[in-house]
């Protein structure tokens, strides 16, 4: 996949449930970055595996909560309790989880509403749900830092089929 597609995505379906999510979605991250396994269910359970075998590093969290926001521009966000951010790898997701950090949302279309773009993920890994061009879901990262960024296909979860 090209990184045009996510930069070319749309929201997803106003009637997107839960179970539309549900199964198991992988991100990954390259060779020295690891692969991140979420496995979704439709009771709003979750499990996240994150492995970077250069490191020797696994990181898996007990099943928890997560949960779907929608907003009023057509976006939707899922909220993973107790996840990290491992698209940086290893190092920062652990740091990310105990540190407060603001990331941005790429899909807010507004700079004025701070309170849309910018997201704490301190405790908990935040999600944006796309549509790409041929009508597959995917889960893309909040981008670590808020200045110019590209869209890139490694920051993507796909479901596994």
């Not at 198991?24 to 994150?50: H, P, S």
């Not at 890994?125 to 995917?138: A, D, F, T, Y």
């Amino acid at each position: 996949m090209l990184a045009t597609d996510i930069s070319k995505s749309s929201n997803p379906s106003i009637n997107l449930q839960k179970s539309d999510l549900a199964g198991t979605w992988i991100a990954n991250y390259g060779d020295y970055r690891g692969v991140d396994k979420l496995t979704l269910k439709e009771d709003g359970q979750f499990r996240q595996i994150y492995e970077n075998p250069k490191e020797g590093y696994i990181f898996q969290t007990p099943w928890d909560m997560w949960h779907l926001k929608r907003f009023a521009d057509g976006r939707v966000r899922i909220y993973l309790k107790g996840a990290r951010y491992y698209a940086g790898g290893s190092k920062g997701g652990d740091l990310l989880a105990v540190n407060d950090w603001t990331f941005c949302d790429p899909f807010v279309k507004s700079d004025d509403n701070w309170s849309q773009w910018s997201v704490n993920m301190r405790g908990r890994l935040v999600l944006n749900v796309r549509l790409l061009p041929s009508n597959e879901l995917v889960l893309y990262h909040m981008w670590p830092g808020c200045g110019d960024s590209v869209f890139l296909d490694k920051e993507v979860f796909y479901k596994q089929k």
